[in-house]
């Protein structure tokens, strides 16, 4: 049956991908956008006619999502927006916690006061456990370490608390790294593929980034949302990590995409402390038990066949950019 959805972050790589799968299934997707005096869609641009999709401008920081909550009284509400780089948290922590907090507080009001029946998924984060000891779990106390992790905090235990004080059917997905073709090229995992595709092409000279030895859990995006999907349809609502349960340091990333375009990366890559963050998540890596035996979820893309989408398709793009120059 066809079911309407709310996306936040529709925009994004994951929103971006549930209103495409969303749509795929018949359903009516209903997807947020910032106004921004440049183009932002361009993730969507491949379903920007489908009929059944249908595009309102809002914010978190204001009350357009909750007034569209409570026009489309929608069954499902997917939360993907977010203020989501960590290292931009620390600069400016009032208007993370603005977007990620409170906007998600406004939502929660909204479904309790006027669309009890809607389903809820808050895309959470792993960031949570901040330096608590890998593997973490849904039982891991929580640490935050950064502005974002303090404002995603909150977030999840407002969830939780709608649930509890309520009745709501609201879930946290605690999600690792998501990462994919389409993942922002300001954080680490395109940041690397897209700087090495373009110097292996002589379009760049080197790669400045910050801490090399932290570790984490890198996933397709594609199984992320796989998992969140899973999640918002389960008999209860409840909080569940999702993440390839293997870890690896940013250097021995940085390693695998630079030997598979036959460079040396210590030969391009520069150690810059403006990269570094005043406090670092040492290491994420998922313990996935609860997900994969209570809802069946299992992954079907490994860490190496991740990377080599990414740098297959960052290679192409560096191509086109070089046969443009070229040409010029
Ligand atoms: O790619 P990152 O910026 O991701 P981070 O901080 O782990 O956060 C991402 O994952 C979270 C889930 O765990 C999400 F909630 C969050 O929204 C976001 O999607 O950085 C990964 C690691 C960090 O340890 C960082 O210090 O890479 C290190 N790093 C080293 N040099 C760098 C750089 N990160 C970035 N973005 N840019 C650098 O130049």
């Excluded at 509400?77 to 406004?106: K, L, W």
């Excluded at 690792?176 to 593929?193: I, Y």
């Amino acid at each position: 049956m066809s079911k309407s959805v709310i996306i936040t972050g529709v925009t994004g790589q994951i929103g971006s991908g549930f209103a495409r799968f969303l749509l795929n299934e018949g359903h009516e997707v209903h997807g947020i956008i910032r106004r921004t005096s440049s183009f932002n869609t361009s993730r969507i641009d491949d379903v920007f006619s489908h009929p059944k999709l249908k595009l309102h401008y809002g914010d978190m920081t204001d009350g357009s999502v909750s007034n569209l909550i409570c026009d489309l009284k929608p069954d499902y509400f997917i939360n993907q927006a977010a203020m989501s780089h960590v290292a931009v948290s620390f600069d400016n922590p009032e208007y993370c916690f603005d977007v990620n907090a409170t906007g998600v507080i406004r939502c929660l009001e909204a479904i309790r006061r006027h669309s009890k029946h809607t389903r809820v998924l808050q895309a959470s984060t792993s960031e949570l456990y901040g330096d608590h000891v890998a593997p973490q779990n849904e039982l891991t106390p929580f640490k935050p370490r950064s502005p974002y992790a303090v404002s995603k905090l909150a977030a999840l235990a407002s969830v939780v608390n709608y649930r509890e004080a309520y009745n709501i059917f609201a879930a946290n997905s605690i999600t690792f790294n998501t990462e994919g073709p389409a993942r922002g090229a300001t954080f680490l995992t395109r940041k690397v593929t897209l700087a090495a595709a373009r110097i292996s092409l002589g379009l760049q000279k080197e790669l400045r980034l910050g801490n090399l030895c932290s570790k984490r859990s890198w996933t397709h995006y594609e199984d992320q949302l796989d998992g969140q999907w899973l999640v918002l349809n389960a008999d209860e609502p409840d909080d569940y990590c999702i993440g390839l349960e293997e870890s690896h340091s940013i250097q021995e990333f940085v390693e695998i995409v630079f030997s598979k375009l036959n460079l040396d990366w210590k030969e391009f890559v520069i150690c810059d402390p403006r990269y570094f963050r005043p406090t670092e998540v040492d290491h994420l890596e998922p313990d996935c038990t609860k997900i994969r035996s209570k809802l069946g979820w299992k992954p079907k893309h490994t860490f190496q066949q991740l990377v080599d989408e990414m740098v297959k398709h960052d290679l192409d793009l560096a191509r086109k950019e070089k046969i443009l120059l070229d040409n010029k």
